[in-house]
């Protein structure tokens, strides 16, 4: 192989091209979900192509999620927004083979989540406060057996992702959702390994009625502050929960 070789840029597929054009084009008019595409005769006609590299395009996007194709005569394609979960599922599964710790997950998190919370302040309305209240009620009761602590550790996970779904900001509500997800994945399922860690759990609870107190007094720096140390807090039980971890899969594997 001579350095020329190198240099030769990769041929894109046709219908590859179709996909990124599509993209633009729906980007450009500012398009919404539940719009239509244009139908498979006026996209070969646009692009000069065959009704089979327009259906492999018209896949690919239904694929990725951008678009559901309907048969029947008021068929096509339409746009979809692609759902969080989706991407949430997609983005895990690249980490797969890579995945963070518990304690890099915690320390992104303790970055993340004090903004979230005090964007998150002037949008929280009442029926989001009693969601909030019942997801703390659901923590105030001493778990007594393992399916329950799991539903209080969902629980407090909840009480963040609302706060991300109010926050105003889709960059900071994706990566505030998705790390409550790697969280799920990584770290809950973990400390089923372990007895229950008490006295994090109740640190949780007292910081979330805290958080509750500021959201509902509408004090945007006191939730920015309270959500630091909760993060804080929560990093630290949870370096302590990985050492306990790497001791109990020592003895298990002696």
């Not at 070789?5 to 008019?29: C, G, H, T």
């Not at 390994?193 to 640190?203: T, V, Y």
């Amino acid at each position: 192989m001579n350095d020329k070789s190198l240099r030769i840029p990769k041929r894109i597929k046709r219908s590859d091209q179709i996909v990124e054009s599509v993209k633009s084009w729906v980007a450009l008019n500012r398009m919404e979900p539940g719009e239509r595409l244009p139908n498979e005769r006026e996209l070969m006609e646009q692009f000069e192509c065959s009704k089979g590299t327009v259906r492999e395009a018209l896949k690919s996007l239904e694929v990725q999620g951008l678009v559901t194709i309907r048969t029947g005569p008021n068929g096509g394609a339409i746009l979809e927004r692609v759902p969080f979960e989706k991407a949430s599922e997609l983005l895990r599964n690249y980490l797969h083979f890579d995945q963070p710790s518990g304690p890099e997950i915690y320390a992104l998190r303790t970055l993340i989540e004090p903004e979230i919370a005090a964007l998150a302040t002037p949008r929280i309305t009442e029926d989001d406060l009693e969601t909030l209240e019942a997801l703390v009620r659901c923590c105030e009761v001493t778990p007594e057996t393992l399916e329950e602590r799991i539903d209080q550790r969902i629980a407090e996970l909840d009480f963040h992702v609302l706060l991300a779904q109010r926050c105003g900001n889709a960059m900071l509500a994706f990566i505030g959702r998705f790390i409550n997800d790697m969280i799920r994945d990584l770290v809950i399922f973990k400390k089923s390994a372990l007895p229950e860690q008490r006295e994090f759990s109740c640190a949780n609870l007292v910081y979330h009625r805290q958080l509750i107190d500021a959201l509902r007094a509408r004090d945007a720096a006191a939730a920015r502050q309270l959500m630091l140390e909760h993060m804080q807090s929560a990093e630290h039980f949870n370096r302590e929960l990985e050492g306990q971890l790497h001791q109990h899969f020592l003895g298990v594997t002696r």
